[in-house]
C-alpha cells in the first residue's frame, strides 16, 4: 500500500513550534527562577550565617591591629662589652623581626607564588578560593588546595586562634578585609614573614620568622639568601616539621627528601609566574642546598651557661624596676613588697623572651673566655671531699664527693663594671654562681673593711699605732693566731701584713660602740647586718651568712678609688626592639673614707704582697704592677681568699667546697692559701695576655696630700723621746696629718736596769750584781690602758718590766756534776735566783769567777781546765749568793814524753805549766 504524504500546512509548522518553544522557555524559566530564588537563598541563608557567626565580634580599630600584627613573640639578644654578640635570650622560640627592605627579593617572590598567587590582586579574600574550599571541606574531598590568602594567614597567626570551625573562617575572612583596608601590601607581607613559623634551626631549636629561619638553615642573613635558598624557605611554612631539615637534636635528617620536593615545587611556581627564567630555574635545581646548611652552634647557654644565666637573672632585676616605675611603684616600694616584686619579675622574664629586647653588658668577651680556660685547667685545687648525708626517699646513708669549687671577679674601678668572673667549675654539676650569688666567711680580709679603714677614719689606728699581740679573752671568745702564738708589741702594719688575728680584734674592740658595720653597708655589703656588730670575731670575719666574692671584690675597689665606693654592675643598657633605651646603667658614687685612710690603707697592703701573707705572689706573676690586697682563711681552713687592688683593677678569688669542709693543708706540695694565690696569678697573668695596660698600669697610686713620713718610738707609738733615741727604738711610717704621732711627756719611756729570765724582764734592784743586769728602756702601763690589757699581759710585754720579790734568804747551793768534759748543775728552783757564778776553785782553796750565767740560759761550763777543780753559786735579785755546790773536778790528762833536746836544747815550758792554763783561762 502506497503512504500518501501526510499534508503539513505552515501554519501548522508555526503552531507547533510555537507550542514547543513556550513548553521548554517555561521549564527553563521555572528552572531559572528555582535556581535564581535557591541562589538568593544561599547567599541570603550564607550572608546570614556569616552575619550571625560574626555578630558579637567587635570591629578592631587601626591601633589594634597594627599592635597585634606587630607585636609577636621576639627573641631578645645579649652582647659583650663593646658591643660584640654573644646570643639568644633563652626561649622556647627563636625569632628576630627585619624589615622588608632587609628581605632577599627571592624570598618575596618565592613566598608569593607558593602561598598566595594574586595577594596584589584581591583585597584580603579571594571568593573562587573560599568557594573550593567549602566545596572541598563539605564534600570531603581527598585534595585539599586551601583557601586563605596571606593576609588570612597573617589574621589567623596575630589575630585569633588555630580554631577549626565556620565561625573561625568567617571571622577570620572579616578582619582580612579589613586589615588590607587599613594597611598596605609591603606592610602585611612584612608582618607575615615575620611571623611564620619555619621549623627548626640547626641548633635544634623552634624558629619563626624570615631572619631566625636565614639564621638557623644556612647562617646567613635574610637579605643575602640566594634562588635555592630562598625556595627551599618559602615551602617549609606549610608544613614546617615535616619539611625541616634539621631533628630536635639539631642533626640534619636522614632523610630530607620531602624539603627538597617542596623547593622544587616552589621553584616551578615562580617560574611558571614569570618571577625566574628556565635558566634560574634549573641553575637553583642543580644547587646543593644540603651543603650549605648552618653547622650546628651551641646555644650561648650551652657555651656560657653561668654568664647567661646571670645576664637573664640581672636583666630581669632590672627591667622589673622599669616595668614598676612605669605603673608608679618606686624601686624602694617594690623591695619592700615580695608579692609585688614577684609579679614584676614575672611580667619582666615574659618580657624578655618575648619582646626582642638588646641586652649590653660590661663583659669583656676575651677577658672572660680566658678565665674560663683557666678555671678549668687549673691543677692545684685539691682533692674532692667525701661526706655521709641520708637519702631522703630511702634513709639509707650515702656517700657524696665534692669538689674544691672556685669563684673570681675582675672590676674595673673607676666605673664599677664587671669585666669578667668565674661563677664555677662544672654549671652542669652546681649552678650556684660561686662568684655572685655564694656567700661565705670572707676571714681575714674582712679586716681592711670593717677594721683597719674605719679604725683609721676615726683616728683609733695608723699603721704605725702599736697594738698588743698578748693572749686575750671576751667572755668565752678567745680569738688566736693562724700560728697559734703571740707577738707582743705590734704596729698595725705589721699585724695585718702577717694577718695576726688579736690585735684586729682589740682594734675592732675599739670602734665597736661607733657603728663599724655602716662602712660595710656602704660598700655594699649589706648580707652583714647590724645584729653582728657586737660580735668580736666579726673582724676576723665571722659573719652570719657571709659575703659574696662581687660584694668583697667590689667593696675593695673603694681603696683604689681613694674611698669612693662605685657599686658594680653587668648590665649596661636595655634597648627594646624599636630602639629606645629602656636602661642605662648611671652610677651613684658613695663616699666612704676620706683619701688619706684609703691610701694609708693600700699602703700597708702593699706589704702583704711583701714580706707578708702573700709573700709568694710576686714570683708567680708574669708582669709587675703597684698590687695591695689581703689574704683571709675561714675558721677551720672551710675558705680560702686573695684579693687585691691595682689603679685600674681589683680582682678576688675565693676556693672552697660547696659544704663547707677544711681545705687540704697541702696538696702537690703547696699550702690552700699558696693554691689560692697561684690560682689568681694565673688569672691574672690570662688577663695581662689579653689587655696588657688594664692590668698592668705603669702608674703607680699616688699619695694624695694630708698624709705624712713622721718618726716613731718602737716601744710607745709616740713621737721618739731622747731614751727612745738612745735605746734604738726609733721608725718611721706614714700618717694622716690630722692624726700624726703625739708628743710624749718624756717619761713615757725610761732607761733602766733590769734582769732578763726566760725571755721576761724585771727591774733589779740597788744590790743586784751588775753582771746580771741589762740596760733596757720601760714604757709607762698607761700608754697601752686603752687596749684594757691585764697586768699579767702588760708584764709580759717588751718593753715593761715586772718586780721581781725577793725571798728573804740566801739560795741554796745548787748541784754540780761532770758530764764528760762539762760542768752541768740543776737550775734553781727559787724564783729570785737571777744567775749563777762558776768559780775555779786552787789548790789552796782560793777560788776564782771564771764564767756568769744568767738565769734562764743553759746551766753548763765546758771550758775545763784538766786536774782543776770548780764549784758553782747561785745568785738572787737581791744580790744574795749560795754557798758552793759540791766540788767537780776534770781529770788530769796523762803527760807525754819530753821530746829528746837536741844540741844541748831544753824544753823549758812542759805542755800542761800552770802558765798555760793560766793563758786558756785568760782566753
Not at 709607762?780 to 715593761?800: G, V
Amino acid at each position: 500500500m502506497k503512504h500518501q504524504p501526510f499534508p503539513l500546512s505552515l501554519e501548522k509548522t508555526w503552531h507547533y513550534f510555537s507550542r514547543t518553544y513556550r513548553l521548554v522557555w517555561n521549564t527553563v524559566f521555572a528552572l531559572l527562577v528555582a535556581l535564581l530564588c535557591l541562589a538568593c537563598f544561599a547567599v541570603g541563608a550564607g550572608a546570614g550565617y556569616f552575619a550571625f557567626l560574626v555578630k558579637d565580634m567587635d570591629a578592631p580599630s587601626r591601633e589594634s591591629m597594627h599592635s597585634a600584627i606587630s607585636s609577636y613573640e621576639e627573641t631578645s639578644h645579649m652582647y659583650f662589652a663593646n658591643g660584640v654578640y654573644l646570643g639568644r635570650f633563652r626561649s622556647d622560640l627563636d625569632r628576630e623581626a627585619v624589615p622588608l627592605s632587609n628581605v632577599s627579593p627571592y624570598v618575596v617572590q618565592a613566598i608569593i607564588a607558593t602561598e598566595d598567587e594574586h595577594f596584589y590582586e584581591h583585597h584580603g579574600v579571594v571568593p573562587k578560593a573560599v568557594i573550593r574550599a567549602m566545596f572541598q571541606e563539605l564534600t570531603n574531598s581527598p585534595i585539599k588546595s586551601g583557601g586563605s590568602t596571606l593576609t588570612q594567614q597573617l589574621v589567623k597567626n596575630q589575630l585569633l586562634t588555630n580554631e577549626v570551625s565556620f565561625e573561625r573562617k568567617a571571622k577570620e575572612m572579616l578582619l582580612a578585609l579589613r586589615l588590607e583596608t587599613f594597611f598596605s601590601k609591603q606592610q602585611i607581607l612584612e608582618a607575615y614573614l615575620n611571623v611564620v613559623p619555619f621549623g627548626r634551626s640547626s641548633s635544634g631549636r623552634n624558629i619563626a620568622g624570615i631572619q631566625a629561619a636565614a639564621q638557623g638553615v644556612f647562617g646567613v642573613n635574610a637579605k643575602d639568601l640566594n634562588l635555592a635558598q630562598a625556595a627551599f624557605l618559602a615551602g617549609l611554612p606549610q608544613n614546617p616539621f615535616v619539611y625541616t631539615p634539621f631533628a630536635p637534636d639539631g642533626s640534619v635528617k636522614p632523610d630530607i627528601s620531602a624539603g627538597l620536593r617542596r623547593m622544587k615545587t616552589v621553584l616551578y611556581r615562580m617560574k611558571r609566574a614569570g618571577y625566574i627564567s628556565e635558566k634560574q630555574y634549573n641553575e637553583a635545581l642543580a644547587y646543593d642546598v644540603a651543603k650549605h646548611f648552618a653547622s650546628s652552634k651551641p646555644s650561648p647557654f650551652e657555651q656560657y651557661p653561668f654568664l647567661t644565666m646571670e645576664i637573664e637573672r640581672r636583666a630581669k632585676d632590672i627591667l622589673a624596676e622599669v616595668l614598676a616605675k612605669r605603673d608608679g611603684h618606686q624601686p624602694a616600694k617594690l623591695k619592700r613588697n615580695p608579692s609585688l616584686f614577684r609579679r614584676y619579675v614575672g611580667e619582666a622574664e615574659k618580657a624578655l623572651r618575648q619582646g626582642g629586647y638588646r641586652i649590653y653588658t660590661t663583659i669583656d668577651k676575651d677577658l672572660y673566655e680566658q678565665m674560663q680556660r683557666i678555671a678549668a685547667r687549673y691543677p692545684y685545687y685539691g682533692n674532692d671531699n667525701v661526706y655521709y648525708a641520708k637519702d631522703k626517699q630511702t634513709g639509707k646513708t650515702i656517700a657524696h664527693r665534692q669538689p674544691v669549687e672556685v669563684g673570681a671577679m675582675l672590676i674595673e674601678n673607676k666605673t664599677g663594671k664587671i669585666l669578667s668572673f668565674v661563677g664555677g667549675r662544672d654549671y652542669k654539676r652546681e649552678q650556684l654562681n660561686h662568684a655572685t650569688q655564694a656567700h661565705r666567711s670572707n676571714g681575714s680580709t674582712m679586716k681592711p673593711l670593717l677594721v683597719y679603714a674605719p679604725a683609721m677614719e676615726m683616728g683609733i689606728v695608723q699603721p704605725a699605732t702599736i697594738i698588743p699581740d698578748l693572749p686575750l679573752s671576751i667572755g668565752s671568745y678567745k680569738p688566736k693566731n693562724a700560728d697559734g702564738k703571740t707577738h707582743g708589741l705590734v704596729t698595725a702594719r705589721y699585724a695585718l701584713q702577717q694577718s695576726f688575728n688579736i690585735p684586729a680584734v682589740r682594734a675592732y674592740m675599739r670602734i665597736q660602740h661607733r657603728d663599724p658595720v655602716d662602712y660595710l653597708h656602704k660598700m655594699g655589703i649589706t648580707s652583714v647586718t647590724k645584729q653582728e656588730e657586737s660580735h668580736p670575731a666579726l673582724a676576723i670575719g665571722g659573719t652570719n651568712v657571709g659575703v659574696t666574692v662581687e660584694e668583697n671584690v667590689n667593696a675593695y675597689a673603694t681603696f683604689a678609688n681613694y674611698g669612693t665606693f662605685v657599686d658594680a654592675y653587668m648590665i649596661e643598657k636595655i634597648v627594646d626592639k624599636n630602639g629606645n633605651v629602656v636602661y642605662q646603667h648611671q652610677s651613684k658614687p658613695v663616699s666612704v673614707f676620706s683619701p688619706q685612710t684609703s691610701y694609708l690603707m693600700i699602703d700597708m697592703m702593699r706589704d702583704v704582697l711583701h714580706g707578708g701573707t702573700a709573700s709568694s705572689l710576686p714570683g708567680y706573676l708574669a708582669f709587675s704592677a703597684d698590687w695591695a690586697g689581703k689574704t683571709g682563711t675561714s675558721q677551720a681552713n672551710r675558705d680560702s681568699w686573695f684579693v687585691a687592688v691595682n689603679p685600674n683593677v681589683t680582682f678576688g678569688v675565693w676556693i672552697g667546697y660547696d659544704r663547707p669542709a677544711p681545705l687540704e693543708t697541702y696538696y702537690k706540695g703547696l699550702s690552700y692559701g699558696k693554691r689560692t694565690q697561684l690560682l689568681w696569678a694565673q688569672f691574672m697573668n690570662a688577663a695581662y695576655r689579653v689587655h696588657p695596660k688594664l692590668i698592668a698600669p705603669r702608674e703607680r697610686f699616688a699619695m694624695p696630700g694630708g698624709i705624712v713620713r713622721r718618726a716613731y718610738c718602737a716601744a710607745t707609738g709616740l713621737s721618739p723621746s731622747k731614751a727612745c733615741q738612745k735605746a734604738g727604738l726609733v721608725r718611721y711610717d706614714l700618717y694622716n696629718t690630722r692624726f700624726a704621732p703625739k708628743e710624749g711627756s718624756g717619761a713615757d719611756l725610761t732607761e733602766s736596769r733590769l734582769v732578763v729570765i726566760d725571755g721576761r724582764r724585771y727591774l733589779a734592784l740597788a744590790t743586784t750584781p751588775e753582771e746580771f743586769v741589762t740596760r733596757g728602756v720601760i714604757a709607762q702601763p698607761e700608754l697601752l690602758a686603752a687596749w684594757e690589757m691585764a697586768k699579767d699581759d702588760w708584764d709580759r710585754m717588751d718593753f715593761t718590766a715586772a718586780v721581781l720579790k725577793e725571798n728573804g734568804h740566801r739560795p741554796a747551793p745548787p748541784s754540780a756534776r761532770l758530764d764528760g768534759h762539762t760542768l752541768v748543775w740543776t737550775p734553781h728552783r727559787e724564783r729570785d735566783v737571777i744567775g749563777y757564778r762558776v768559780y775555779r776553785v786552787g789548790d789552796g782553796g782560793a777560788r776564782r769567777v771564771v764564767a756568769v750565767v744568767k738565769a734562764g740560759e743553759p746551766t753548763t761550763f765546758s771550758a775545763l781546765n784538766p786536774g782543776a777543780s770548780y764549784d758553782v753559786t747561785a745568785v738572787d735579785i737581791a744580790g744574795q749568793e749560795s754557798a758552793p755546790s759540791n766540788l767537780v773536778s776534770r781529770p788530769a790528762a796523762e803527760r807525754p814524753a819530753p821530746p829528746a833536746a837536741e844540741d844541748g836544747a831544753e824544753n823549758d815550758t812542759p805542755p800542761h805549766s800552770e802558765a798555760a792554763e793560766e793563758g786558756t783561762d785568760a782566753d
